[in-house]
């Protein structure tokens, strides 16, 4: 092998990963903002189902229903307001459990159809076309019965279901609430849905212990409480939950006990006071506000009517009893049917798969295989040993420390989770960075420095790509019926992230490997002294040598 060859085949494989080092980051990086968006599917399985509507109730109990979505109210700070605690005095309080994810629009879904987010199609808060299944409003409209929303901060459930509210006001400014509340509430809705938002944000930015979170509560209580004021509960029933909680820290998304316990109570026209229902869910929502218009539960609503909140007779128990029965026989069947249906799609997507990136594995080790044969790296078990752990032990710490055990509710939605993954992958560059130029600093022969170098940034560029490769494989979209639990779904984009990143840190290390390598070779100086520390070395071993003898 000739000694320009010796030369300059680090130099090309540096430049090489440098430039490849740009195409892995950013297909990462839009592998890793598309993660949650895929997990979403406008037109879901069980949409192709019929819906199963029963025949309707032989009595309407009210003139008017009102659900109240508190967004981000978890249970135990729902108590001690004026409202909230009149309508649990006068009515029914129970306990629900949200649906994970733990997100807002996958539960404002669940709420209003009785479909959780695994059959929805709503996975999280980047879905945006129009809900595929069965809703309450569109029972009411077959029915001739209009319905109305009213929001702040939440446009979600207002865009999910355009069509299915007769009317929509959206009023995300100081106190325009409180005003759309109250247009909505003295005007002939039969239906109305109202969401504030003051709450859920005040637990994203100082968290659900904080004084402000308990301060917002208070705030949309009172606003609720002057637009329910005209709510007259000898005819018309209100229905308050909450689509998700909040942990201490703030944030939602996982399977926290303060996540998923909301609040529901009920209170009015048709609700039995005082009755003792146990623990719900928030599926159970649109059939029992169905019940009480009169109205068959939404056809795909896998959850029940809450009978036993009802003031209704034995008889008429029994026949709602029964549609639910007939329902959620029907539905189950076909989500299992479904399920069983998909198992062996998913299972040949998981081989073809883990196949494709066993075949760019075997590739990219022939390439390092070639390139170290042809001098352009070289493994330097010391380097790598010092320098090779630093990016993911960082990134992984920060994240299992500061992402609250890699929880969804850590990294609550999209943006925050890509920005909040990004600053722990800024930090682990950095740390990498450094590492890799202690590591490299012993190597006094600019050829050899470049060569362990491009060993050291090659081999951890593979390793993170087999990681997200195998994660992908496994639980990239397409691979899965009901999506993927939370510390999965945490760390799919994480190792993303993570490649994105340590794709910047090869650059960023062979860039300055690089500028080193032509600074020395070009000045008479640092070649002269680099010359003159290997004639040291060599001398001090031919000493030790003769000492040993």
């Given amino acids: 092998m000739s000694p320009s060859r ?28 598309g993660y949650f968006p895929a997990l979403n599917q406008p037109r879901p399985p069980l949409a192709a189902c019929p819906p199963v509507v029963a025949k309707a109730p032989p009595r309407r109990l009210a003139r008017r229903v009102v659900v109240v979505i508190i967004d981000g109210l978890r ?152 637009a329910l004021a005209a709510v007259d509960l000898e005819l018309d ?56 218009l009169g109205l068959p539960a939404p056809g795909h609503a896998l959850g029940r009517t809450l009978v036993g909140a009802l003031d209704v007779s034995p008889e008429e128990r029994a026949a709602l009893e029964a549609a639910d029965r007939e329902r959620l026989a029907t539905l189950h069947a076909a989500v299992a049917e479904i399920a069983a249906q998909a198992e062996p799609e998913m299972a040949r997507t998981h081989s073809r798969r883990l196949a494709w990136v066993g075949c760019l594995a075997a ?45 969804l509710s850590g990294l609550p939605d999209r943006d925050d989770a890509l920005g909040a993954l990004f600053r722990f992958g800024l930090v682990s560059t950095a740390v990498q960075v450094v590492a890799s130029w202690v590591a490299l600093r012993g190597r ?41 639990g939370s510390t999965i779904a945490v760390l799919v984009p994480a190792t993303y992230v993570a490649v994105a990143c340590h794709a910047l840190a090869v650059a960023v290390t062979l860039g300055l490997e690089i500028v080193v390598f032509f600074a020395r070779a070009v000045d008479p100086r640092v070649r002269l002294r680099r010359l003159e520390r290997a004639a040291d070395r060599e001398r001090r071993r031919l000493e030790n040598q003769g000492q040993v003898r």
Avoid: C
Wanted: proline share 6%.
């Fill in 6 to 33: 010796n030369v300059f085949a680090p130099l090309a494989l540096a430049l090489a990963l440098v430039v490849s080092s740009g195409f892995v980051a950013l297909r990462a990086l839009g592998a890793a903002d």
């Fill in 75 to 226: 249970l135990r700070d729902s108590f001690g307001y004026q409202l909230i605690g009149r309508l649990r005095r006068e009515g029914v309080d129970a306990a629900a459990l949200s649906n994970y994810p733990t997100y807002s629009r996958p539960n404002h879904v669940a709420v209003l159809t009785g479909v959780p987010p695994a059959w929805s199609g709503v996975r999280n808060n980047a879905y945006a076309w129009p809900v595929a299944i069965d809703s309450l409003m569109d029972r009411a409209r077959a029915a001739g019965l209009r319905s109305a929303y009213a929001a702040d901060l939440a446009f979600g459930a207002g865009m999910m279901f355009h069509d299915d509210f007769a009317a929509i006001h959206y009023a995300p400014w100081p106190g325009g609430f409180a005003k759309a509340a109250r247009l909505v509430l003295e005007q002939d809705y039969p239906l109305v849905v109202l969401l504030p938002g003051a709450v859920d944000a005040a637990g994203h930015e100082h968290g659900a212990a904080s004084a402000e979170y308990t301060a917002a509560l208070a705030e949309v209580d009172r606003e609720l409480g002057a």
């Fill in 237 to 292: 029933a209100i229905i308050v939950t909450a689509d998700h909680g909040h942990t201490d820290e703030g944030g939602h998304g996982g399977v926290e006990r303060d996540v998923m316990e909301v609040p529901l109570v009920m209170a009015g026209a048709g609700v039995r006071p005082g009755a003792v229902i146990g623990e719900t869910s928030l599926l159970d929502v649109a059939p029992t506000a169905a019940a009480l």
């Fill in 363 to 407: 590739v990219g080790l022939a390439l390092l295989l070639l390139a170290r044969r042809l001098g352009a790296l070289v493994l330097d078990w010391r380097v790598l040993a010092i320098a090779l752990p630093a990016f993911p032990l960082t990134y992984y710490a920060l994240l299992d420390i500061l992402g609250q055990q890699t929880s």
């Fill in 444 to 484: 006094v022969v600019l050829r050899d420095r470049l060569a362990a170098a491009n060993a050291l940034t090659a081999t951890g560029m593979g390793i993170a790509w087999a990681a997200a490769g195998l994660l992908w494989a496994r639980f990239g979209p397409n691979t899965f019926v009901e999506p993927p």
